[in-house]
């Protein structure tokens, strides 16, 4: 059975960082696509980052662009996002998706992905909450 965990979510500042971590076990599958989505109270799901096991291909909106970075680390199944410069409009429930039997990490797949949630696995969620 897949499961996919996410930690590192917490509060800090406006300016400051953080870095949230996902584990995927249960399932090795020679290529996916890992995904982190967001959401705040009262706003819909949505897709931030994106990136392509096969070859680090990433994918992200324009909100996040040069501030957040998806990263990987296959040995250990374990995928990343690392925030920084976080702004109070971040404030929001985290959650980290996979989908196995991916053949490409063109762009637009990616940005399929995200925006229309399209993964095979979810986490639970972290919190993390950017105070002004």
């Known amino acids: 059975q897949v499961q996919v965990v996410e930690s590192g979510g917490g509060s800090v500042q406006a300016g400051g960082s953080l870095r949230l971590s996902c584990v995927v076990s249960?399932?090795?599958?020679?290529?996916?696509?890992m995904g982190w989505s967001r959401q705040a109270p009262g706003n819909e799901r949505e897709g931030v980052a994106a990136?392509?096991?096969?070859?680090?291909?990433?994918y992200y909106v324009d909100s996040v662009k040069g501030r957040f970075t998806i990263l990987q680390d296959i040995a250990k199944k374990t995928f990343y996002l690392q925030m920084n410069n976080l702004k109070p409009e971040d404030t929001a429930m985290y959650y980290c998706?996979?989908?196995?039997?991916?053949?490409?990490?063109?762009?637009?797949?990616?940005?399929?992905?995200?925006?229309?949630?399209?993964?095979?696995?979810w986490g639970q969620g972290t919190q993390v909450t950017v105070s002004s």
């Open positions: 998706a996979a989908r196995g039997d991916v053949a490409s990490g063109v762009s637009h797949y990616l940005r399929h992905l995200l925006l229309r949630s399209d993964f095979h696995w």
């Open positions: 990136i392509y096991s096969g070859d680090g291909s990433t």
């Open positions: 249960g399932y090795t599958p020679s290529s996916n696509a």
